[in-house]
């Protein structure tokens, strides 16, 4: 895994109001590879977490400071790019990268599901909370896989380099209508369900 360019949010937009730079602020942080892949998380500072606690407190949000959370959270030090390279290498080097960065989709995508054994999808929706508030309501057995837009998904995964298929193997296969036609694969986001709950 090797890193062409680490974007932070706070260093075009500044810090948080009220705030501080470097010491009491949180910025969403991207990290891009070299094979054009991102990932993202957003910092807090150790101290912005007590400053957004105390903040809570007087407005009454999260139960006036009694708990916070955020989603793809890393919590540090300092925001300064220095020490975030630091501890993005070190996340690298220790195998702790993806459990911290969650992986961005860099292009549009539905969420599909299909009851077992059925031959048509039962539902396409653009947000996975919806699908299975759906899902949930109508006690569906099933799999919700979420494909990408405009393109298909044997293109899509050889784009993201997803199929593990030797070459030659491959370009048999990409001109295979029955092939292309029926492909998905393991690494596309999906979930199962039975009776509404997912597994």
């Not at 195998?95 to 989709?105: A, C, I, N, P, T």
Request: proline share 2%; net charge negative; hydrophobic share 35%.
């Amino acid at each position: 895994m090797k890193v062409k360019e680490i974007v932070i949010e706070s260093e075009s937009k500044g810090h948080i109001i009220g705030g501080q730079e470097k010491t009491n602020d949180n910025s969403d942080i991207d990290v891009i590879l070299e094979d054009g892949t991102v990932y993202s998380a957003t910092a807090f500072t150790f101290e912005n977490i007590r400053f957004l606690r105390e903040e809570n407190s007087k407005t009454g949000e999260c139960l006036s400071g009694r708990y916070f959370w955020a989603k793809d959270m890393l919590l540090v030090s300092q925001i300064e790019r220095r020490e975030i390279e630091t501890i993005i290498n070190h996340l690298i080097r220790e195998g702790e990268f993806h459990f911290v960065f969650k992986r961005v989709d860099s292009c549009k995508s539905v969420w599909v599901f299909n009851s077992i054994n059925k031959l048509f999808s039962g539902g396409v929706f653009e947000d996975l909370v919806v699908a299975e508030e759906w899902i949930m309501r109508n006690k569906l057995t099933g799999i919700l896989t979420k494909y990408p837009l405009d393109q298909g998904a044997l293109d899509w995964a050889v784009k993201n380099g997803l199929v593990n298929m030797k070459p030659e193997k491959l370009k048999e296969k990409k001109v295979d209508p029955d092939f292309i036609g029926g492909f998905t694969s393991a690494s596309m986001e999906h979930y199962h369900y039975e009776s509404g709950n997912r597994e």
